[in-house]
Nanobody, 129 residues
Framework: QVQLVESGGGLVQAGGSLRLSCAAS????????MGWFRQAPGKARELVAA??????????YYAESVKGRFTISRDIAKNTLHLQMNSLKPEETAVYYC????????????????????WGQGTQVTVSS
């Protein structure tokens, strides 16, 4: 089992920045991919960013809407995943979830939330206009 705990959510004005963190514990070596998803009220859960876990660093994937503004990164020594979010927009208000999957993915295969095995409890991000 892998336990994931998110932190760093909160209220920010449009155009502002937030940095989310996800602390992983347990059998973290069993995870091949980690990612951030978000879910707004009445909407489906969607991938924000993902990173494959390899010794060379991994490959990153982003939703088109966040490219150039969000950055996903890992601190291997601390078993922590981060999401730096800049130039936030009101429509990005949602609960943000950290997730991990055991099986490696590539391309669009990394975007499906049903393929992720472990989830955090989520952290609320509210962007005011």
């Amino acid at each position: 089992q892998v336990q994931l705990v998110e932190s760093g959510g909160g209220l920010v004005q449009a155009g502002g920045s937030l940095r989310l963190s996800c602390a992983a514990s347990g059998r973290t070596f069993s995870s091949s991919v980690m990612g951030w998803f978000r879910q707004a009220p009445g909407k489906a859960r969607e991938l924000v960013a993902a990173i494959t876990i390899t010794w060379s660093g991994g490959t990153t994937y982003y939703a088109e809407s966040v490219k150039g503004r969000f950055t996903i990164s890992r601190d291997i020594a601390k078993n922590t995943l981060h999401l730096q979010m800049n130039s936030l927009k009101p429509e990005e208000t949602a609960v943000y979830y950290c997730a991990a999957r055991k099986i490696y993915c590539s391309g669009r295969g990394c975007y499906d939330p049903t393929e992720y095995d472990y989830w955090g409890q989520g952290t609320q991000v509210t962007v005011s206009s």
